[in-house]
């Protein structure tokens, strides 16, 4: 398996820092890039909603939400600093294939959920500022897919320099708000202490802890924390978990102020005068500047509002690419990526607001945060397994303590879902001309995520875990080869992928040619850019590939093999036959990943596509 996000992987050095505090910045970063999640537009949504309608009665839930974010994201930063595997990478190592694909679409519903609030949040702050109507703006979205392709080459301390400027003008924007505001300070205190005013306070609340603990933010920590490459000791990953639990404590109370102040305000201007349905980011902006008596409380107010979904549509990106790498071992250009992401938000966005006007987009917005509260028990439940394994932590496991916090915090989420489900289907039931279609469909339905999640809590207890997380990187292999006196084959082509098909493939390669046999390796880079430009193509996934490839001639060679490369571009069924038919080869090996069924639509079948166009035996091995 590939490393986490692989193109900026270990490219943050920590080690020969002359000064503590260089150190100490050194490892600062990835977790401004997951604070910018807990601002994001969604939360702005439910934190309006709360503060108009229940005052500062509902801080208290701010606040819990952040010492579970806090918790939640420190526990996922010390699993991809131990194991260097992202949360996605782990779960596929840990659970069954049709486990993991279901868990996979939990995830991808998370991101669309997560992007929808973005892409609303975004237009809305166009719109309140520019006055370019609603649709446009969310057409115009599209267009930072660019911005990110450009982060993306500049490095990941670029990224982080440029999330950490919007949180800035996040916070200092919303630090003029509070003192134009000037909101009841003993009632903010109040506010701290839980009470829960009626149902919709739930709902709301609810809302409120998927609005600020993300699914998608635990895969983006595991993986944003790889990107510093620091000593492998046992001091040096103490040294690691203390700087990023001071580097998440740090960013996400800086989160926490930013959630706080906009619930506040919402509570000191909207809720003070009895306008109690001011639910709506539209409705908040243009009643700020009558109420505080001044033209920049709106204009701060929708600057704040484009940075918050632009800094988050970043990181959207990112955690999308980790969960569809991680989960399927399929690598797609970041572009691509985001483009296909934002396409999913944006469709449904222009479908609702075309057919029930600007004025659901708060509602819309909530819903998606209720969303993404749902799918937390399903991210949050094997993190807690995986930090918690004793194996799979190499002695970092967490401790008795914490395990029990962990669990707690997954209680709560869990039993506050099921109970909205649980309302929300009852009221479904209650109301609908046809409860018979709900009965079939609904209800079957969320009985198979209950399920589902039994499942994934008890399994763990009731079957051993795998001692070890297996490393298939090609510095593991464990060569074994048959005692044959003569070898047949003398040139032999080996076409490999970097997966674990690699392994078998070439102890089956050498089995027949032996170490005085000559090897090709053929890699075919299969992007969207290289199906376009051909070996013209520069991009990240090129580079990793030949880094790759010249890693695995590099460590046979070192074994004594005999050993060449050869990178193709396009797509393999035709491009492997071009370059095998203008050599010499003998035979041509290749590995398999055993697809059936689904999985053939899915990816293809090269090997059935390749077979009848070369003019070699073709020898063939399933993983």
């Not at 483009?339 to 987009?361: H, K, N, W």
């Not at 994934?456 to 292999?477: D, G």
């Not at 299969?526 to 199906?531: Q, W």
């Amino acid at each position: 398996m590939s490393k986490s996000l692989e193109e900026v992987n270990q490219s943050v050095s920590t080690q020969n820092k002359k000064s503590v505090f260089r150190k100490i910045l050194a490892f600062f970063g990835p977790a401004y890039l997951i604070s910018v999640g807990y601002m994001d537009p969604g939360n702005w949504a439910t934190d309006l909603a709360g503060g108009s309608q229940f005052g500062y009665s509902l801080l208290w839930v701010l606040l819990m939400s952040n010492i579970m974010a806090l918790l939640l994201q420190s526990l996922s930063a010390r699993l991809g600093i131990v194991t260097q595997r992202d949360l996605a990478q782990a779960s596929r190592e840990t659970y069954s294939p049709f486990i993991n694909y279901i868990l996979y679409f939990l995830a991808e519903i998370a991101i669309a959920a997560c992007d929808l609030a973005e892409v609303l949040g975004m237009a809305i702050g166009i719109n309140l500022l520019f006055d370019i109507p609603l649709i446009e703006g969310v057409m115009i979205t599209v267009l930072d897919t660019f911005l990110l392709l450009f982060l993306i080459n500049k490095g990941i301390r670029k990224m982080e320099a440029f999330i950490i400027a919007l949180v800035l003008v996040i916070g200092v924007s919303f630090i003029f708000e509070m003192i134009f505001a000037q909101p009841e300070m003993d009632k903010v205190m109040l506010g701290l202490i839980p009470s829960m005013p009626n149902e919709t306070a739930l709902y709301i609340a609810i809302g409120i802890i998927g609005a600020t603990v993300m699914p998608h933010n635990l895969y983006l920590h595991s993986s944003l924390v790889q990107t510093r490459k620091f000593d492998r000791t046992t001091a040096g990953i103490k040294q690691a978990l203390k700087y990023n639990f001071i580097d998440s404590t740090i960013a996400l109370n800086l989160a926490f102020f930013v959630n706080a102040a906009i619930l506040i305000l919402a509570a000191a201007t909207f809720y003070k005068i009895g306008m109690h349905e001011v639910a709506e980011i539209q409705d908040a902006h243009r009643f700020l500047q009558p109420l505080l008596g001044t033209k920049w409380a709106p204009i701060l107010f929708a600057v704040a509002l484009i940075a918050a979904g632009q800094s988050s549509t970043v990181t959207g990106t990112l955690a999308g690419q980790i969960i569809m790498e991680g989960y399927l071992n399929l690598r797609i250009q970041p572009w691509v990526r985001r483009i296909i992401t934002r396409l999913i938000a944006i469709v449904p966005a222009v479908i609702v607001i075309s057919i029930f006007g600007e004025g659901v987009t708060g509602k819309l917005l909530i819903f998606s945060q209720v969303i993404l509260s749902l799918q937390l028990g399903f991210a949050i439940i094997p993190l807690i397994h995986f930090v918690s394994d004793k194996s799979k932590m190499k002695g970092f496991h967490i401790g008795k303590w914490t395990q029990i916090a962990s669990w707690i915090v997954a209680s709560i989420i869990v039993v506050l879902n099921g109970k909205l489900v649980l309302d929300e289907i009852s009221g479904w039931l209650e109301t609908s001309e046809n409860p018979i279609v709900l009965w079939l469909t609904v209800v079957p339905l969320a009985l198979g995520f209950l399920v589902l999640l039994l499942y994934i809590v008890i399994k763990p207890f009731i079957s051993k875990s795998k001692a070890t997380i297996q490393n298939h990187s090609p510095h593991n292999f464990k060569l074994r080869f048959s005692k044959f006196e003569t070898y047949a084959k003398k040139n032999i082509a080996v076409s490999v992928d970097f997966s674990s098909a690699d392994e078998i493939a070439l102890n089956s390669a050498f089995e027949l040619g032996g170490a005085a046999a000559n090897y090709t390796l053929i890699h075919v880079v299969e992007t969207v850019g290289a199906l376009m430009y051909g070996e013209h193509i520069d991009d990240h996934e090129t580079l990793v590939d030949e880094k790759l490839l010249e890693e695995y001639k590099e460590m046979l060679s070192q074994k004594g093999f005999k050993v060449t490369t050869q990178l193709g571009f396009g797509k393999p069924n035709r491009v492997i036959p071009e370059i095998v038919n203008a050599a010499n080869f003998d035979v041509l090996v290749m590995g398999t990943h055993g697809h059936t069924g689904f999985k053939d639509l899915i990816f293809g079948t090269t090997v059935d596509k390749l077979r009848h166009k070369i003019s070699i035996p073709l020898f063939i091995v399933k993983n």
